[in-house]
């Protein structure tokens, strides 16, 4: 607070996405925008505008979402400042608390459901499961997406540019 009432800017970088931040930015009183999904945006968390976004391409996404489901994982895709979610299950109930961010269920494939570059696609499983499938997935996307694990049971798979240190 003292930074910032000497003209700092005090700036939130996570991988989540905007509205996953607003109630911290809010709490904390940030005054520049927050980069969210990994470096992938720069967003005012409290009007919406934003500054700078790199979504994953659309096919890509797509590549991305289907090969994680051929091997039976569960994804969310960001798109539309929210997230779609292939059914309600124990892991969407997870990330929603965990985010305080209500998911748009599809009932069907996310990779069917895409309607646009997403801003990231999130596998969502076990820390074993996502041991066993973490390198295939850089190796299978090298060069074209970023792939990396945020916590021990998710993988978030964003635009090749993105870095939160940009």
Known sequence: QAAMEKGAKFVLSSGRMPAALKAFA???????PCVC????AAVDVFT???FYQTPVPIELAKDIAETAESMGLYIHAFINGGYIAPEYNEKTAQYERLTTVKATVVNGKVSENLTEAPMKVLILDTPEGVEKVLSGLQEKFKGRA????????????VDKNTSKAG
Do not use: P, T, W, Y
């Open 146 to 157: 970023a792939i990396m694990r945020s916590q021990k049971h998710l993988i978030e798979c």
């Open 37 to 40: 999904f990994n470096g992938g």
């Open 26 to 32: 809010g709490e904390i009183g940030v005054n520049a």
């Open 48 to 50: 919406d505008e934003v």
